[in-house]
């Protein structure tokens, strides 16, 4: 959650250490429940992929967390087999 900047109440920002955006977490009700929706960052808004839904803060920036990070590793087989 260290990652996660509130940039105003029930909207987070997940950003690295060099201040680049990486995913949204929103506060939202949906049929009486609370919960938090999760999407990747773009500029354009209609650009940003769904993570998911999570019913707290914890679990959503750790989603957010864990999508940023694979996109960080090379994909492919281990040792590049």
Do not use: C, K
């Not at 992929?49 to 959503?60: C, H, K, N, T």
């Amino acid at each position: 959650m260290i990652a996660a900047v509130e940039m105003q109440p029930g909207e987070w920002h997940m950003v690295t250490p060099t201040d680049q955006r990486y995913a949204v977490i929103v506060l939202l009700e949906i049929r009486g429940e609370r919960g938090y929706r999760v999407v990747t960052w773009a500029d354009d808004s209609a650009q940003r992929q769904l993570v998911g839904y999570y019913r707290s803060l914890r679990a959503a920036s750790f989603a957010a967390h864990e999508r940023y990070l694979r996109t960080l590793g090379n994909p492919g087989p281990a040792n590049g087999r």
